[in-house]
């Protein structure tokens, strides 16, 4: 995207990502086709994607998980249980200071609760 500035206010072009276009300035013609950065996709570059140790993008920028890993944004190790009741009691050391709570979905622990 070009856009009006003071040295040139007579110019304003649209580009799409990835479609070849020409700019002619007088005599001089130049040929450009944009691409988005490494880790943003889509026709307006607007869509992030970046594969780490959980997920894989692709080169649209949709990702899928990971062998080991679930979860919308993959972030649930697939080994552990989705669901735990959250009716189980908490543990608690001799000393009173470190419990253990488990949750629908998520295991938190190492909490002081007073």
Known sequence: LLERNRTA?????????????SLRFHEVTIDVTLHCQKGFFGAACALHCVSD??????????FSCQEGWTGPDCDRDASSPSSI???SS????SDQSYREYFTNDKLVFGLYLG
């Open 9 to 21: 206010p007579w110019y304003r072009r649209q580009f799409t990502v990835g479609s070849p276009q």
């Open 53 to 62: 140790s959980r997920k894989n993008c692709d080169s649209q920028g949709q």
């Open 85 to 87: 009741s959250s009716s």
């Open 90 to 93: 908490p543990s608690v050391d």
